[in-house]
Nanobody
Framework: QVQLVESGGGLVQTGGSLRLSCAASGRTFIHDGMGWFRQAPGKEREFVAAINWSGGNTFYADFVKGRFTISRENAKNTVYLQMTSLKPEDTAVYYC?????????????????WGQGTQVTVSS
């Protein structure tokens, strides 16, 4: 059973930066793709970024391209989301998830384990 725990969220001003971490436990995740999703109040959960099992392939939602970077350290069973140039519309709960097929995709049904989420609030 994979357990995912996000951390690093908080309150930041517009234009600021945050780095989210997602620590995996319960089994090695070296063969797993990983993704970040977010959910704002009253909205559906949406894809943000994904990375494949080796870290050699990444995929981003258009609204974060050039601002967010996803990376992973397999030795630490951890995936990161570096967020820069944050905007108020980035305010949401951010979730990491495991892609059971090992790829870097935005397809929700490929993700079968989810963390509890970490709140990111960007003030204007």
């Amino acid at each position: 059973q994979v357990q995912l725990v996000e951390s690093g969220g908080g309150l930041v001003q517009t234009g600021g930066s945050l780095r989210l971490s997602c620590a995996a436990s319960g089994r090695t995740f070296i063969h797993d793709g990983m993704g970040w999703f977010r959910q704002a109040p009253g909205k559906e959960r949406e894809f943000v970024a994904a990375i494949n099992w080796s870290g050699g392939n990444t995929f981003y939602a258009d609204f974060v391209k050039g601002r967010f970077t996803i990376s992973r350290e397999n030795a630490k069973n951890t995936v990161y989301l570096q967020m820069t140039s944050l905007k108020p519309e980035d305010t949401a709960v951010y979730y990491c998830a495991r892609n059971r097929l090992g790829g870097a995709t935005m397809t929700k049904y490929e993700y079968d384990h989810w963390g509890q989420g970490t709140q990111v609030t960007v003030s204007s």
